[in-house]
């Protein structure tokens, strides 16, 4: 008989859990109609940060009915949109996607996320995955959706049919008018959904019907291919309540910026449904750029921010910093990746060296994935300094184990490191269609098996340590190496592959590199000709991948890719032949290889 397991609970009291639907959550009233999910419906939702367009929350609640009525009844949509049916939404940050995201939930359908740089082999996976019916897409991503559907077999009569636009022209929220593109000619735009009426009352998702799919974002898990991560209303609205136990204390008046994409579960769940629900002002950046960045905090006066790693190295180095007024910026929250110590000391000192005795500057960071939809552990803002490094503590509802065997009978002892199990209601449903990767992630009394090795301090503060899985994470983005391995083996010249990352200090990332075997040897018997072909190759791979699968750093020619007697990529390997290259200056970068237990 196996030992009792140790099983760690946060020191937070447990919070209530809401079942009801993540719409009926945000928008229901509780205190009279100008209420709008517990705060003023009077109050700023969300800004457009480039051209200023505010949505209140009662206007915002308003254009999501609207939408999902829209979307149920008209013609060319209708078919699609039934209770259970799912949309793709493929665009870049903006302020269609609180409209689309929150009314499809009220329509009652399910939203997946594509990551708005995808190619359309990479859309026409998730899109045939996911089940998903419609698309909305952005203007600039109408290409791709147009050569997805093409390659998923569809007639260009049957792809207009589910398109949707989300166009840059913002009079249906008030806003400026722009110019349609070109290729949006016979394609059905938000605005014709937007003016055929309103639906009187969501649909509802009470009792145990708060079960029942709601977001379909893509993860690896701990590996192979990417798979749908079914969460349900219930993880959404619980995520949403256990992170209030740590929600920065932002001065009255001051927004937060949002650069963290929404099609990332970071920027979905954390963003569009936590800090909107906490009544907070929340600015919309389409993408992450350093000047619009500071030049965006300095005209809102942002006072909290979601970031990844990268985002921070901005802000210790990039000279744009000292051109703006940043003073307001006090909280800081990092997710996505590890954070280290010294770069959020560097950025403290470098921020607060601008500001008056006694300002705040606070950087935290959390713990969390898509298949926790995402939080389980973060840093209380009191403790962020003096737990630099630390990703927090368990947050409340959840538990914790620490095993040291593949079974998860044997515990790590108290102070040792252990595989990260975690159990709560913010743990996923399953992964879509995929009973077997499911089974092997999630035991039979629902432990999810992270992958990811952790330490637990005499403070109950978590460390990240090192992981199982072969996941590559570059700027807040899971690169598998299995799906890089699979594109790089239909070069017609390379006979095989494997990829692995390497730690950029310079970043605050990782880089996918990849080493491969030439199929005619003799063609690279030189080091010139090994190193032009690999240049080669990574240019090769860019037309065929998002830019966050890019090999930056670098491809390597080898003369066998080293596996095991059952045909596995022996990964140790490679990273030990790449510190080597690196100790010989042959890695671009400041490349340090993260330590192993």
């Known amino acids: 008989m196996s030992p009792t397991p140790r099983i760690y609970t946060s020191h937070v009291p447990d919070v209530q859990v809401h079942n009801t639907s993540i719409f009926t959550y945000l928008f229901g009233s509780r205190a009279g109609p100008d209420d709008v999910g517990g705060h003023s419906g009077s109050k700023n939702a969300f800004i457009d940060a480039a051209t200023g367009t505010t949505i209140t929350r009662s206007q915002l609640k308003h254009i999501c009915l609207s939408f999902a009525h829209g979307i149920r009844i ?25 409209v689309v995201m929150h009314g499809a939930i009220a329509a009652g359908l399910r939203c997946t996320f594509a ?21 909305l897409t952005s203007e600039e991503g109408i290409t791709v959706v ?61 009792g145990t019907a708060d079960k029942e799919t709601a977001i379909l974002c893509y993860s690896s898990g ?31 008046g001051r927004p937060m910026l949002a650069i963290v994409p ?20 929340i600015v919309i950046q389409a993408r992450f750029d350093p000047i619009e960045f500071c030049a965006n905090i300095e005209k809102y006066r942002v006072g909290h921010v979601f970031v990844v790693p990268p985002v921070l190295v901005v802000l210790a180095r990039h000279p744009v910093v000292d051109k ?13 990746a590890p954070l280290g110590a010294d770069l959020i000391e560097a950025v403290r000192k470098r921020l607060l060296s601008k500001r008056k005795l006694g300002a705040k500057c606070f950087i935290m960071q959390g713990y969390g994935l898509t298949e926790t939809s995402p939080s389980t552990h973060a840093v209380d803002w009191d403790s962020s300094i003096i737990k630099a ?60 098996k992270t992958g990811d090795i952790a330490m637990r301090d005499n403070d109950g503060y978590w460390y990240i340590v090192d992981r199982k899985k072969e996941l590559i994470k570059y700027k807040g983005f899971q690169v598998p190496p299995a799906e890089l391995e699979a594109v790089l083996l239909t070069h017609p010249d390379i006979a095989d592959v494997g990829v692995i990352g390497i730690n950029s200090v310079e970043q605050a990332t990782e880089l996918p590199r990849a080493y491969v075997v030439h199929a005619n040897p003799e063609k690279v018997k030189t080091a010139q000709a090994k190193a032009a072909f690999g240049q080669s190759v990574a240019k090769w791979i860019e037309s065929r991948v998002a830019r966050h699968k890019y090999l930056r750093a670098g491809v390597a020619v080898i003369d066998v890719v080293p596996k095991s007697a059952a045909g596995k990529i022996l990964r140790k390997e490679l990273r030990v032949r790449a510190k080597q290259e690196a100790a010989r200056g042959e890695i671009d970068g400041a490349y340090q290889p993260k330590a192993k237990l």
């Open 262 to 281: 929404f099609y990332h579960i970071f920027g979905a769940a954390n963003t569009l449904i936590g800090i909107f629900s906490y009544g907070c002002c």
């Open 389 to 448: 490094g630390s990703c927090g503590y368990l947050l409340p509802n959840v538990k914790a184990r620490l095993v040291v065997d593949e079974d998860g009978e044997v515990d790590a002892e108290e102070g040792k490191p252990g595989e990260l199990w975690v159990q709560g209601k913010t743990v996923m449903k399953g992964y879509l269609n995929n009973p077997e990767a499911t089974k092997n992630s999630i035991t039979s009394d629902g432990w999810f």
């Open 74 to 98: 008209h013609p060319t949509t209708r078919p699609f949109a039934n209770r259970g049916d799912t949309i793709l939404i493929f665009s870049p940050n903006s302020l269609a996607w609180p």
């Open 115 to 135: 990551n708005s740089a995808y190619t359309s082999h990479e859309l026409a996976f998730q899109y045939q995955n996911s089940g998903a019916n419609l698309v």
């Open 324 to 336: 703006y007024d940043l003073s307001s910026l006090e909280y800081m929250l990092s997710g996505g």
């Open 222 to 252: 701990t590996t192979g291919n990417p798979k749908g991560v079914e969460s349900t209303h219930q993880n959404m609205t619980t995520v949403s309540e256990l992170n209030k136990t740590v929600t920065a204390p932002i001065a009255p």
């Open 146 to 206: 147009r050569d997805m559907f093409t390659e998923c077999g569809m007639s260009k009569a049957e792809g207009i049919k589910r398109i949707v636009v989300l166009p840059r022209d913002l009079r249906w929220a008030g806003g400026p008018a722009a110019a349609p593109a070109a290729d949006t000619a016979r394609l059905l735009s938000l605005p014709d959904l937007l003016s055929l009426g309103t639906m009187e009352k969501e649909e509802t998702f009470d």
